[in-house]
Protein backbone atom coordinates (compact mmCIF):
# COMPACT_ATOMS: atom_id res chain seq x y z
CA UNK A 1 0.00 0.00 0.00
CA UNK A 2 0.95 3.41 -0.90
CA UNK A 3 0.96 6.11 1.78
CA UNK A 4 1.55 9.50 0.83
CA UNK A 5 1.55 11.16 4.19
CA UNK A 6 3.14 9.09 6.74
CA UNK A 7 2.60 10.36 10.25
CA UNK A 8 5.46 11.16 12.34
CA UNK A 9 3.76 10.54 15.90
CA UNK A 10 0.38 8.48 16.11
CA UNK A 11 -1.58 7.69 19.48
CA UNK A 12 -4.08 4.71 19.62
CA UNK A 13 -6.46 4.37 22.55
CA UNK A 14 -6.29 0.83 22.38
CA UNK A 15 -9.73 0.02 22.83
CA UNK A 16 -12.64 -3.12 23.30
CA UNK A 17 -10.86 -6.01 25.14
CA UNK A 18 -13.40 -6.41 27.61
CA UNK A 19 -16.06 -6.56 24.46
CA UNK A 20 -14.08 -8.62 22.97
CA UNK A 21 -13.96 -10.80 25.62
CA UNK A 22 -18.14 -10.67 26.42
CA UNK A 23 -18.69 -11.64 22.73
CA UNK A 24 -16.50 -14.79 23.15
CA UNK A 25 -18.75 -15.79 26.15
CA UNK A 26 -15.30 -15.08 27.69
CA UNK A 27 -14.18 -12.71 31.12
CA UNK A 28 -12.59 -9.45 30.11
CA UNK A 29 -9.13 -10.85 31.37
CA UNK A 30 -8.81 -12.96 28.19
CA UNK A 31 -9.51 -10.03 26.23
CA UNK A 32 -6.92 -8.02 27.81
CA UNK A 33 -4.55 -11.01 26.60
CA UNK A 34 -5.47 -11.07 23.78
CA UNK A 35 -5.05 -7.46 23.47
CA UNK A 36 -1.60 -7.22 24.85
CA UNK A 37 -0.66 -9.86 22.77
CA UNK A 38 -1.41 -7.82 19.73
CA UNK A 39 0.02 -4.55 20.67
CA UNK A 40 3.88 -6.01 19.32
CA UNK A 41 2.49 -6.73 15.82
CA UNK A 42 0.83 -3.09 15.40
CA UNK A 43 4.24 -1.73 17.17
CA UNK A 44 6.73 -3.17 14.60
CA UNK A 45 4.20 -2.53 11.84
CA UNK A 46 4.26 1.23 12.37
CA UNK A 47 7.56 1.45 12.81
CA UNK A 48 8.08 -0.56 9.48
CA UNK A 49 5.28 2.12 7.98
CA UNK A 50 7.58 5.18 8.53
CA UNK A 51 6.03 6.63 11.54
CA UNK A 52 8.85 7.37 13.98
CA UNK A 53 6.63 7.97 17.55
CA UNK A 54 3.97 5.81 18.67
CA UNK A 55 1.99 6.55 21.94
CA UNK A 56 -0.40 4.17 23.57
CA UNK A 57 -2.78 4.03 25.97
CA UNK A 58 -2.39 1.17 28.29
CA UNK A 59 -4.31 2.42 31.75
CA UNK A 60 -5.76 5.78 32.34
CA UNK A 61 -5.76 7.14 35.74
CA UNK A 62 -9.60 6.69 36.27
CA UNK A 63 -9.34 2.97 35.08
CA UNK A 64 -8.04 2.71 38.84
CA UNK A 65 -12.09 2.28 39.43
CA UNK A 66 -12.23 -0.97 38.02
CA UNK A 67 -12.60 -4.09 40.08
CA UNK A 68 -9.49 -4.92 41.75
CA UNK A 69 -9.20 -8.28 39.95
CA UNK A 70 -9.44 -6.41 36.70
CA UNK A 71 -6.81 -4.25 37.57
CA UNK A 72 -4.15 -6.60 39.04
CA UNK A 73 -4.93 -8.70 35.82
CA UNK A 74 -3.72 -4.96 33.46
CA UNK A 75 -0.73 -4.59 35.89
CA UNK A 76 0.45 -8.24 35.47
CA UNK A 77 0.54 -7.99 31.63
CA UNK A 78 2.41 -4.53 30.96
CA UNK A 79 5.05 -6.01 33.66
CA UNK A 80 5.10 -8.85 31.57
CA UNK A 81 5.20 -6.85 27.92
CA UNK A 82 7.54 -4.69 29.47
CA UNK A 83 10.15 -7.22 30.18
CA UNK A 84 9.46 -8.76 26.91
CA UNK A 85 10.58 -5.88 25.76
CA UNK A 86 14.20 -5.42 27.48
CA UNK A 87 14.45 -8.98 26.33
CA UNK A 88 14.44 -7.99 21.84
CA UNK A 89 15.77 -5.14 22.91
CA UNK A 90 19.03 -5.71 21.29
CA UNK A 91 17.51 -6.26 18.15
CA UNK A 92 15.63 -2.50 17.44
CA UNK A 93 16.36 0.29 17.93
CA UNK A 94 13.58 1.99 19.95
CA UNK A 95 13.43 4.12 22.89
CA UNK A 96 10.73 3.62 25.22
CA UNK A 97 9.20 5.75 27.54
CA UNK A 98 6.46 5.27 30.03
CA UNK A 99 4.28 8.05 30.50
CA UNK A 100 1.88 9.22 33.44
CA UNK A 101 2.34 9.24 37.20
CA UNK A 102 4.87 6.71 39.02
CA UNK A 103 4.13 6.69 42.24
CA UNK A 104 0.59 4.61 42.33
CA UNK A 105 2.45 1.77 40.72
CA UNK A 106 3.77 -0.61 42.37
CA UNK A 107 7.22 -1.53 43.10
CA UNK A 108 7.73 -4.56 41.06
CA UNK A 109 6.72 -2.42 37.74
CA UNK A 110 8.43 0.84 38.74
CA UNK A 111 11.79 -1.63 38.83
CA UNK A 112 10.67 -2.95 35.63
CA UNK A 113 9.95 0.52 33.73
CA UNK A 114 12.82 1.67 34.91
CA UNK A 115 14.97 -0.90 33.40
CA UNK A 116 13.80 -0.98 30.34
CA UNK A 117 14.09 3.15 29.66
CA UNK A 118 17.20 2.87 31.46
CA UNK A 119 18.58 0.08 28.67
CA UNK A 120 16.62 1.60 25.78
CA UNK A 121 17.56 5.43 26.32
CA UNK A 122 20.45 5.84 23.55
CA UNK A 123 18.26 4.32 20.92
CA UNK A 124 17.55 6.87 18.21
CA UNK A 125 15.48 4.78 15.18
CA UNK A 126 11.74 5.23 17.24
CA UNK A 127 10.29 6.42 20.81
CA UNK A 128 7.88 3.86 22.04
CA UNK A 129 5.82 6.05 24.75
CA UNK A 130 3.58 3.47 26.96
CA UNK A 131 0.98 5.13 29.03
CA UNK A 132 0.43 3.59 32.09
CA UNK A 133 -1.99 5.52 35.36
CA UNK A 134 -1.69 8.25 32.80
CA UNK A 135 -4.66 11.40 32.24
CA UNK A 136 -4.26 14.42 29.98
CA UNK A 137 -5.37 16.96 32.82
CA UNK A 138 -3.28 15.54 35.35
CA UNK A 139 -0.10 15.99 32.88
CA UNK A 140 -1.39 19.74 32.09
CA UNK A 141 -1.16 20.13 35.86
CA UNK A 142 2.12 18.81 35.82
CA UNK A 143 4.07 20.51 33.71
CA UNK A 144 2.46 23.68 35.03
CA UNK A 145 3.40 23.00 38.60
CA UNK A 146 7.54 22.04 36.95
CA UNK A 147 7.35 25.56 34.90
CA UNK A 148 6.17 27.44 38.59
CA UNK A 149 9.15 25.57 40.51
CA UNK A 150 11.62 26.90 37.83
CA UNK A 151 10.67 29.84 38.15
CA UNK A 152 9.81 29.78 34.15
CA UNK A 153 6.87 31.73 32.54
CA UNK A 154 3.87 29.91 32.06
CA UNK A 155 3.86 30.34 27.78
CA UNK A 156 2.28 27.11 25.64
CA UNK A 157 4.99 26.10 24.34
CA UNK A 158 6.31 25.87 27.76
CA UNK A 159 3.80 23.89 28.67
CA UNK A 160 4.70 21.28 25.49
CA UNK A 161 7.88 21.42 26.51
CA UNK A 162 7.05 19.70 30.09
CA UNK A 163 4.71 17.34 28.99
CA UNK A 164 6.16 13.77 29.11
CA UNK A 165 5.72 13.42 25.34
CA UNK A 166 7.57 16.44 24.59
CA UNK A 167 10.64 14.14 22.29
CA UNK A 168 7.99 12.94 20.18
CA UNK A 169 6.44 16.26 19.46
CA UNK A 170 2.35 16.61 19.14
CA UNK A 171 0.48 13.53 17.80
CA UNK A 172 -0.68 13.99 14.03
CA UNK A 173 -3.22 10.80 14.58
CA UNK A 174 -4.45 9.63 17.30
CA UNK A 175 -6.35 6.59 16.65
CA UNK A 176 -8.87 4.95 18.84
CA UNK A 177 -10.29 1.01 18.43
CA UNK A 178 -13.74 -0.08 19.94
CA UNK A 179 -16.23 2.45 18.83
CA UNK A 180 -16.25 5.02 21.39
CA UNK A 181 -16.26 8.99 20.30
CA UNK A 182 -14.28 10.48 23.04
CA UNK A 183 -10.93 10.97 23.76
CA UNK A 184 -10.91 9.60 27.66
CA UNK A 185 -8.23 11.91 28.90
CA UNK A 186 -5.69 11.29 26.57
CA UNK A 187 -2.71 13.68 24.78
CA UNK A 188 -5.63 16.14 25.65
CA UNK A 189 -3.01 19.29 25.47
CA UNK A 190 -1.05 17.82 22.87
CA UNK A 191 -3.63 16.63 20.32
CA UNK A 192 -4.95 20.05 19.72
CA UNK A 193 -4.55 19.38 16.27
CA UNK A 194 -4.34 16.16 15.95
CA UNK A 195 -6.66 14.18 13.17
CA UNK A 196 -8.58 11.70 14.64
CA UNK A 197 -9.79 8.57 13.38
CA UNK A 198 -12.13 6.10 15.16
CA UNK A 199 -12.77 2.42 14.61
CA UNK A 200 -15.27 0.19 15.54
CA UNK A 201 -13.03 -2.87 15.36
CA UNK A 202 -12.08 -4.00 19.26
CA UNK A 203 -8.47 -3.57 20.08
CA UNK A 204 -7.50 -7.27 19.48
CA UNK A 205 -8.94 -7.37 16.14
CA UNK A 206 -7.30 -4.53 15.43
CA UNK A 207 -4.23 -5.64 13.19
CA UNK A 208 -1.62 -4.44 10.18
CA UNK A 209 -4.36 -4.09 7.59
CA UNK A 210 -6.79 -2.41 10.16
CA UNK A 211 -3.87 0.27 10.70
CA UNK A 212 -2.96 0.47 7.20
CA UNK A 213 -6.72 1.69 6.67
CA UNK A 214 -5.97 4.61 9.57
CA UNK A 215 -2.88 5.48 7.81
CA UNK A 216 -4.65 5.49 4.19
CA UNK A 217 -7.36 7.93 5.56
CA UNK A 218 -4.90 10.33 7.17
CA UNK A 219 -3.17 10.84 3.78
CA UNK A 220 -6.17 12.06 2.33
CA UNK A 221 -6.89 14.69 5.29
CA UNK A 222 -6.34 18.48 4.62
CA UNK A 223 -5.11 19.74 7.80
CA UNK A 224 -5.34 23.28 8.00
CA UNK A 225 -4.34 24.70 12.14
CA UNK A 226 -6.27 27.46 11.86
CA UNK A 227 -4.85 28.73 7.96
CA UNK A 228 -7.13 28.76 4.74
C1 LIG B 1 -9.15 -1.31 26.80
O1 LIG B 1 -10.22 -2.20 26.79
C2 LIG B 1 -8.12 -1.64 27.82
C3 LIG B 1 -8.15 -0.71 28.98
C4 LIG B 1 -8.91 0.33 29.12
C5 LIG B 1 -7.23 -1.00 30.05
P1 LIG B 1 -11.42 -2.12 27.81
O2 LIG B 1 -11.07 -2.93 28.99
O3 LIG B 1 -11.80 -0.72 28.12
O4 LIG B 1 -12.56 -2.83 26.96
P2 LIG B 1 -14.06 -2.41 26.85
O5 LIG B 1 -14.11 -0.98 26.43
O6 LIG B 1 -14.68 -2.63 28.18
O7 LIG B 1 -14.60 -3.32 25.80
C1 LIG C 1 -9.56 4.46 27.63
O1 LIG C 1 -10.48 3.41 27.61
C2 LIG C 1 -8.31 4.04 28.33
C3 LIG C 1 -7.52 3.04 27.64
C4 LIG C 1 -7.74 2.51 26.47
C5 LIG C 1 -6.34 2.61 28.35
P1 LIG C 1 -11.65 3.29 28.69
O2 LIG C 1 -12.41 2.08 28.34
O3 LIG C 1 -11.09 3.37 30.05
O4 LIG C 1 -12.49 4.62 28.40
P2 LIG C 1 -13.98 4.98 28.76
O5 LIG C 1 -14.17 4.64 30.22
O6 LIG C 1 -14.86 4.15 27.89
O7 LIG C 1 -14.10 6.42 28.46
MG1 LIG D 1 -13.10 0.60 27.26
Given at each position: ?????????????????????????????????????????????????????????????ENWAR????V?????????????????????????????????????????????????????????????????????????????????????????????????????????????????????????????????????????????????????????????
Amino acid sequence: METVNVPSHVGIIMDGNGRWATAKGQKRSYGHKHGSANVDNIVTHAFKRGVKSLTLYAFSAENWARPKEEVDELMKLLKAYLKKFAKKLYKNDVRLIVIGGREELSEDLRKAISEVEEKSKDNKSNILNIAINYGGRQEIVNAVKRLIEKGEEITVNGISENLYTSLSGDPDLIIRTGGELRLSNFLLYQGAYSELYFTDVLWPDFNEIEFDKAMEEFGHRKRRFGKV
